[in-house]
């Protein structure tokens, strides 16, 4: 099974990918009387595939579904409908083969490290349960810290909280490659970081990813971060891709009314000049009818109320959901 | 007009060790309708300096120097009388907003009692009606989903967003000469984060308010101010016009910093770092703070510390831009 993860060019495809989750406690009694359940749209029929060694970056406002799309995609989060497929297998046929080859690095390395346990057995951890003897996983923590960039002897005996953030990152970087996975979830692996330590921390994930060909899915709202890192670039707004291609075309000339307003509200060294949204996201239990990006989109007409747009390929390779195209 | 000025500020941490040095030979001007980004990194003592400002260092931090507003030496100045100048005369948003209410009262009662802070002091009277209208309002400026519920709520019942938000309402509600402003939008998503950089701005130019915005973000500082100020272990490295700091740096820290910022893609080839990591105020080094990080320095970086020197329209601490 391991081998046909192994074999084709896509790595990871999703099909009508869904998540609801409940808004308010759906009991037995709510149930009885015939209460309808409400839920958030988190995730709603996405399609994405990520290619084999490349980088894909999810970009999109808090509240878009970014993050729970990561969590599904590192199986932590079981879908409602839809599949995932990795390689030619749907996730339900080779469960424990994908879990043993995906990981996430989260975003705040001060969480999401126990602070008080050793920095050895917190990159030990996943190896622990499969049969490996001790002086091997010893080995390979010593591999694992060393290929981060950081000094075996050095970090081995300390705890999380004797180290820098920077440091922290790249020990929750080692704790995710110890398995040797092929697919690392990145979520917003630099933005808790000091801007001197960005630097560092984006090349070494460019480094190691090329060393070991892991493929990565990296979430993120920092666009000079997306136009280093990406390969390919999904824009997602209230649950749905609303537009994607190669991280040239969506960097210069997005098409999406929303990708172009994104881009000019967020504040970069090459954009003084920031232009506010106007409107807040909407809400994801009641989704907006039609296009949700109506209420927000200065060219919205009746069709957009109406009518959901589809992501339609409007040139090689770069996918739109709006009717203006 | 000068504000505010600070001269020669000094400021230490007593702890059980000895003392923390986290502020060094600081001089800052700002005159009316300034708006200075203060940029640097975690430890570089730059929530310390707007404490200091304010008044609201722990009590194990020493303070020497000068702060000077309108004439008077607020660090002179008795302990209950810095009450009446916080708020209207100098107003900071806390970097943990959490703690810049009270819990056990309704988000509309605090923001109501500052509101009638500023009254009382322009010795003007208002209405309660005409008071809570105005709250409300300010409320939707800074973007607050359903305002009137929010308004009946108890700070715990808000998200660390929303919270924010709030008190940056209320910091804009006060009106205040001088608002110092710490991460107030680390919490926020970019697209609100957007807005409410563009509404402080906006006010600030309405009420010719001073803006000192402390930020570890150099992108969001360019975005937001005239003029912009380095900080790095507790010194000020370089201070000019925002512009010409970020298009021409002339620290090599400064320049440092902007060329890692990634610009292309990983493909076009590696990103520029700047080698180590910010100095511990534990241990500093000798002579320039930056030297251990330093590509062009040299014997006399390691032995004395050089001053903030003019050079060209800004001042930067090199002796490379110093004869």
């Not at chain 1, 309808?36 to 894909?56: E, H, Q």
């Not at chain 2, 570890?216 to 937001?224: C, K, M, N, Q």
């Not at chain 2, 507790?234 to 016009?241: A, P, Q, Y």
């Amino acid at each position: 099974m391991t081998e046909q993860f192994d074999d084709s060019d896509i790595l990871i495809r999703t099909s009508k990918l869904t998540k609801l989750f409940l808004a308010s406690k759906f009991g037995i009694l709510d149930r009885l009387t015939g209460v309808k359940p409400l839920y958030v749209r988190a995730v709603d029929g996405v399609n994405i595939n990520i290619k084999r060694r490349s980088t894909v970056v999810l970009v999109g406002e808090s509240g878009s579904g970014k993050t729970t799309m990561g969590r599904l995609l590192v199986t932590i989060e079981k879908p409602t409908s839809g599949e995932i497929f990795y390689g030619d297998l749907p996730l339900s046929k080779n469960f424990k083969a994908v879990r043993e080859q995906v990981q996430i690095v989260y975003q705040n390395p001060f969480e999401s490290l126990d602070p008080r346990m050793d920095i050895s057995a917190i990159v030990e951890e996943p190896l622990l349960g499969k049969k490996i003897s001790k002086e091997e996983r010893k080995e390979r923590v010593k591999q694992s810290l060393e290929s981060v960039g950081l000094d075996y002897s050095y970090v081995y005996f300390r705890k999380a909280k004797d180290l820098s953030g920077g440091q922290r990152q790249r020990v929750a970087l080692a704790r995710a490659i110890i398995s040797n996975p092929k697919f690392i979830v990145l979520d917003e692996p630099t933005s808790a970081l000091d801007a001197s330590i960005q630097s560092q921390v984006l090349n070494l994930l460019v480094d190691i990813k090329e060393k070991f060909g892991y493929t990565y899915l990296v979430i993120t709202h920092n666009m000079m971060v997306t136009k280093y890192i990406a390969d390919e670039v999904y824009v997602m707004y209230a649950g749905k891709i609303i537009e994607t291609g190669s991280v040239d075309i969506i960097m210069k000339s997005p098409k999406h009314p929303y990708t172009q307003l994104l881009l000019k509200s967020i504040p970069s060294l090459e954009n003084r000049k920031l232009e506010p949204m106007v409107g807040e996201p909407p809400s994801l239990i009641n989704p907006p009818s039609g296009c949700r990006f109506n209420p927000r989109c200065p060219y919205a007409f009746d069709r957009c109320r109406m009518e959901e747009p589809e992501l339609k390929e409007v040139e090689s390779g770069h996918w739109v959901a709006c009717h203006l195209y | 007009m000068q504000q505010l000025e600070i001269r020669d500020l000094v400021v230490h941490y007593k702890v059980p060790i000895g003392t923390i040095k986290t502020l060094f030979d600081l001089q800052l001007d700002i005159e009316k309708g300034d708006s200075i980004g203060i940029v640097g990194e975690s430890g570089s003592g730059k929530s310390t300096l707007g404490l200091s400002i304010v008044g609201l260092l722990p009590p194990n931090a020493r303070v020497k120097g000068h702060i000077v507003f309108e004439g008077k030496d607020l660090l002179k100045m008795q302990p209950g009388k810095m009450n009446g100048i916080r708020g209207t005369g100098i107003f900071m948003i806390m970097q943990d907003p959490f703690n810049s209410l009270n819990p056990v009262k309704k988000i509309k009662d605090q923001l109501i009692e500052a509101l009638q802070v500023r009254y009382s002091r322009n010795g003007e009277k208002a209405q309660k009606g005409k008071l809570y209208d105005e709250v409300l309002k300010r409320l939707r400026d800074v973007k607050l989903p359903d305002p009137e519920a929010i308004m009946d709520r108890y700070p715990h019942q808000l998200s660390g967003g929303q919270i924010q938000r709030v008190v940056i309402a209320m910091g804009l509600l006060l009106e205040p000469d001088i608002l110092i402003a710490d991460e107030p939008t680390s919490a926020l998503d970019v697209s609100v984060q957007a807005q409410i950089i563009a509404l402080i701005k906006e006010l600030q130019d309405r009420y010719r308010m001073s803006l000192l915005f402390i930020t570890h973000d150099l992108s969001i500082a360019y975005a937001v101010s005239e003029k912009l100020l380095i900080l790095y272990g507790g010194r000020i490295l370089e201070f000019g016009k925002t512009e010409d700091v970020i298009n021409n740096p002339a620290h090599p820290y400064t320049e440092g910093l902007l060329k890692s910022f990634p610009r292309g893609n990983y493909k076009d080839g590696k990103l520029y770092t700047l080698s180590g990591m910010p100095p511990l105020f534990t241990s500093m080094p000798d002579g320039c703070v930056f030297n251990p990080r330093c590509p062009y320095a040299f014997d006399r970086c390691y032995k004395e510390e050089p001053e903030l020197y003019n050079y060209m329209d800004k001042k930067v601490r090199c002796f490379l831009k110093h004869d």
